[in-house]
């Protein structure tokens, strides 16, 4: 196993705890090609980042590092590591501003969890190319206090006529990625529900993504 590229999968909550959690962890281990090491403590990030191909916010919310563990993801990521952000870690790390430009934008709100359509933007991406145009998922269709388009790349967007309660328009960014220093982040803001974790095309795009962002 040690010529395994290895990801450090961070779940540790201080606000909304998902109860998919467990799910996307034994997903994680299961895609194919990387070890994974998963952890709630956030000592991990006060010791050398360095063996990770990615570090992996799998649904955190709230304030979730240290000062000193803040320090060492920034380094690592600015020095060529891979970051990825899976849903609520969207709603992480509030009083840390790096954290928000890392990951692009910052959860706003959602509407309840119900069917609709994401419009693949992107085709040629690792997380995308085995989509169709049209995708259609169950999830909570965030919404960003911002839009993250012109500073990242665009991946999918939702199709807010395909369901109750969106509130960003028909520009509604869903996943993107984006360059970091010398490393490379990728978000997407599905993967609610536990069930997510068991869909063939949401594994193909969480390992298409993770596979992009690592090193």
């Known amino acids: ?67 000193p563990g803040r320090e060492r993801l920034a380094a690592y990521v600015e020095a060529g590591g891979g970051f990825v952000g899976v849903h609520a870690a969207a709603c992480t790390e509030d009083d840390w501003p790096y954290y928000g430009d890392l990951l692009g934008a910052r959860f ?8 609709g359509r994401a ?4 085709p040629g991406h690792p997380a995308t190319r085995h989509l169709p145009p049209v995708w259609h998922f169950t999830d909570e269709w965030y919404d960003f206090r911002t839009n993250p388009r012109g ?3 665009v991946l999918v967007r939702a199709d807010e006529s395909s369901y109750d309660g969106g509130g960003m328009g028909d520009d509604h960014p869903l996943a993107w990625c984006r360059d970091q220093g010398e490393g490379r982040v990728f978000y997407t803001a599905l993967g609610h529900a536990a069930e997510a974790y068991a869909d063939a ?3 193909a795009h969480l390992l298409g993504g993770i596979t992009w962002a690592a090193r």
Do not use: C, K, N
């Open 1 to 67: 196993m040690a010529d395994v590229p290895a990801l450090l999968v961070y779940t540790r909550t201080t606000d909304y705890r998902h109860d998919s959690i467990p799910a996307g962890v034994a997903a994680l281990r299961t895609l194919g090609g990387f070890g994974v090491d998963a952890t709630e403590d956030p000592a991990a990030f006060e010791e050398p980042l360095d063996r990770y191909a990615a570090v992996v916010f799998l649904s955190t919310s709230g304030e979730v590092l240290t000062p």
């Open 108 to 115: 706003d709100r959602h509407p309840a969890l119900q069917p």
């Open 119 to 122: 419009v693949i933007e992107d």
């Open 151 to 153: 500073r990242v790349r």
């Open 201 to 203: 095309d949401f594994r």
